[in-house]
Nanobody, 131 residues
Framework: QVQLVESGGGLVQPGGSLRLSCAAS????????IGWFRQAPGKEREVVSC????????YYPNSKKGRFTISRDNAKNTVYLQMNSLQPDDTARYYC????????????????????????WGKGTLVTVSS
């Protein structure tokens, strides 16, 4: 059974850091584009970061550049999202998603939903940034 499980969320003070993990079972992440997405209350889900296969190119929206870093450990079948300098507007449920097709990176950058839907999704982990 294919499964993605996120962990590492929690309550953190403004300016703090968290590292989220996305562990896969039932398939190998080696050949999949992995994306991190988030959804804040009352807002649409948005892409946070993407990492491709092969050359492992990465993508960050301008608002995340310099604060967030995505990485993968294929031996552990896990992808990470290091988040630094967190602010209250980073509060959201964070999801990871995987897309094995060759167009996965394009799909992820495009938002991972609808026509560009990613194939596998986790249930998310909640990040709350508050003092």
């Amino acid at each position: 059974q294919v499964q993605l499980v996120e962990s590492g969320g929690g309550l953190v003070q403004p300016g703090g850091s968290l590292r989220l993990s996305c562990a896969a079972s039932g398939f190998s992440l080696d050949y999949s584009t992995i994306g991190w997405f988030r959804q804040a209350p009352g807002k649409e889900r948005e892409v946070v970061s993407c990492i491709g296969t092969g050359d492992e190119k990465t993508y960050y929206p301008n608002s995340k550049k310099g604060r967030f870093t995505i990485s993968r450990d294929n031996a552990k079948n896990t992808v990470y999202l290091q988040m630094n300098s967190l602010q209250p507007d980073d509060t959201a449920r964070y999801y990871c998603a995987a897309e094995p097709s060759p167009t996965g990176f394009t799909q992820c950058v495009a938002g991972g939903e609808g026509y560009y839907g990613m194939r596998y999704w986790g249930k998310g982990t909640l990040v709350t940034v508050s003092s």
